[in-house]
Structures are given as structure tokens and as C-alpha cells.
């Protein structure tokens, strides 16, 4: 089986240093450090090419080249801001799709543009992406400004209308604000962050999930690890339910961020015999080799 990370970020060399951060992004040659000393055979990088995310703005260039640099251990991932080309409400994205399909990308992603999930230039976007075959791996911010990710009220309204309106789109769920909906009540301070405590029932994750084949749940960053660690008994039961549509991810965006604590996680509730070698083979790579139409 294939150890395949859904979910990274990588530059191609050292550059801006953020003040707020004291060092860059994470480079491709550090991500493949970790792979092996992990025991991850493939990573999944995707090109942050929107200006809300870092203090810089990636190509997608940029991205290919840098894997191009380590053969075979990297999945390429494009990303197209929904407001290029003039911020054009109508703007035709598939040739665009195409061209990267052909260079190799696997889908598209990380989606952070501070839009609404309604906003025409995403729904375009997100259509285009359905008629090439792309999925998409998005997040999920609840306001506008100070922030980055598609915009939707609590519950998830936008998410699901778009998981309506796009039935073949394979949706990639991520962020703090999509994970924190596990469960209910919500109180409005762990929103856009990190809930304690048991996951009491009723959460739109798993209704969503229940209701729409096309989404998919990326466990990546301190999101997906707490939604899981926060309540293990309930989180081996979710991963039960859906153990075809969980995929593991680390999201390691900065050199000193490098904890693989949801591979901890997954390898001891298969040791205690939590979950079976069957679900934990799903979530540590076989879903995203059958996600992203990769060679077993």
C-alpha cells in the first residue's frame, strides 16, 4: 500500500522571510525529509496562488518545478484564483484546467479566495472543475477580511449548496471552520478554530457526508487531528461510516511545523485495534489513490 499525503504546501527556494512567522514556507527537499523519515511515499503539494494566504503569491510553475525536482515523490495539484483574468464573472476556466490536466495535475486546490461559495467567479470555477475532472480541495473561512477561505454562514449552507449544484464534483473538505462542524452545539468562539471536548451528535460533517457522495474529508493541520483526538471514541466510529472518503493529510506549511501527530493517532487506534488494517489502509493512501486515479 501507498502512504500518500493528501495535503502540503511547498516552495521552490528560500525567499520572503515573514516577520509574523521568522522563516519561509516549507521547501520540496524538506518535505521529502520528512517522507522518508515518516514513511510517506507521496505528498500531494498544492499552489497557494491566491493573495490571502502567505506574504507571497505562488505560481503554479513554481509548484511543478519544485516536484519536478524529486521524482516520484510528489502529486501535482494546480490552483486558479476564481478572479483571474480580469475578475470576470464569466470567465471560461477550462482551457486553463485543461492545460495543467495535461501537465500532469491531479486536481485543484488549496481553494482560499475570501469569496462567497455563491459569488459567480467561484461557481465558475468550481463548474469548470466538475467538466474537466478535477477535485478540489478547499477552506473554509466564516467572514470576510482578516482571513482566508471560501465564505459560509455556520452549518455549512454554501458548502452544501455547492456539493448540490456540482453532483460530480469531488469536494475536499479542510480548515477549522469546515472540521469544527463535527458536532453541536458550536459555540461561536470555536468556529474558525479548535473544539474541545466530546462531539456531541448532530454536527453537519457527518450529515453532510451522509447526504453527499461527492464530499470528502481532509484530516490535515490541527483541524482534522483535534476533530478526530478530541473524542476518539466517536472518531472511530466516524472514520467507520466513512472510511471511504477519508484522507490523510499533514499540511506541514512551515519548516518548524513538522508534527505528524495524526499519523500517531491513526497508527495507535490501529494497534489498540480501534479501527481495522482495512480503514486504515483507506485513510493512509488507498482513497487517494482511488480519488486521484493514481497507479496502486
Not at 488549496?110 to 477552506?139: I, M, Q, S, Y
Not at 473561512?141 to 456540482?166: C, D, Q, S, V, W
Not at 484522507?247 to 479501527?275: T, V, W, Y
Request: proline share 6%; charged share 25%.
Amino acid at each position: 500500500m501507498k502512504v500518500i499525503d493528501i495535503h502540503e504546501h511547498a516552495i521552490l527556494k528560500r525567499a520572503f522571510v515573514d516577520p509574523k512567522r521568522g522563516e519561509t514556507a516549507t521547501m520540496a527537499a524538506e518535505l521529502v525529509e520528512i517522507m522518508d523519515r515518516v514513511g510517506i511515499d507521496k505528498m500531494a503539494v498544492l499552489p497557494l496562488t491566491s493573495p490571502e494566504t502567505f506574504a507571497f503569491v505562488q505560481s503554479v510553475e513554481e509548484v511543478f518545478t519544485a516536484c519536478d525536482q524529486h521524482p516520484g515523490r510528489f502529486i501535482k495539484f494546480c490552483n486558479v484564483d476564481p478572479r483571474l483574468e480580469y475578475n470576470s464573472l464569466d470567465y471560461d476556466f477550462t482551457p486553463v484546467l485543461e492545460y495543467y490536466k495535461e501537465q500532469g495535475a491531479k486536481g485543484l486546490g488549496e481553494l482560499t479566495a475570501n469569496l462567497l461559495w455563491d459569488d459567480p467567479r467561484v461557481c465558475n470555477l468550481l463548474r469548470d472543475c466538475e467538466k474537466v475532472g478535477f477535485p478540489v480541495t478547499f477552506h473554509v473561512a466564516r467572514h470576510e477580511f482578516n482571513t482566508y477561505g471560501l465564505i459560509t454562514e455556520p452549518g455549512l449552507g454554501g458548502l452544501e449548496r455547492a456539493l448540490r449544484r456540482y453532483p460530480r464534483l469531488q469536494l475536499i473538505g479542510h480548515s477549522p471552520a469546515f472540521w469544527s462542524e463535527v458536532g453541536t452545539p458550536i459555540p461561536m468562539i470555536w468556529r474558525q478554530g479548535y473544539p474541545q471536548g466530546k462531539v456531541m451528535p448532530g454536527g453537519r460533517i457527518p450529515e453532510l457526508m451522509r447526504r453527499y457522495d461527492n464530499l470528502w474529508g481532509d484530516l490535515s493541520g490541527n483541524s482534522g487531528y483535534t476533530a478526530l483526538s478530541r473524542d476518539p471514541g466517536w472518531a472511530y466510529e466516524f472514520m467507520d461510516e466513512f472510511q471511504d472518503r477519508l484522507l490523510m493529510g499533514l499540511d506541514i506549511c512551515l519548516p518548524s511545523r513538522n508534527e505528524c501527530k495524526l499519523i500517531g493517532f491513526l497508527h495507535s487506534a490501529l494497534s489498540r485495534q480501534k479501527i481495522s488494517g482495512s480503514i486504515y489502509d483507506k485513510i493512509m493512501g488507498k482513497n487517494a489513490v482511488r480519488l486521484l486515479g493514481l497507479e496502486e
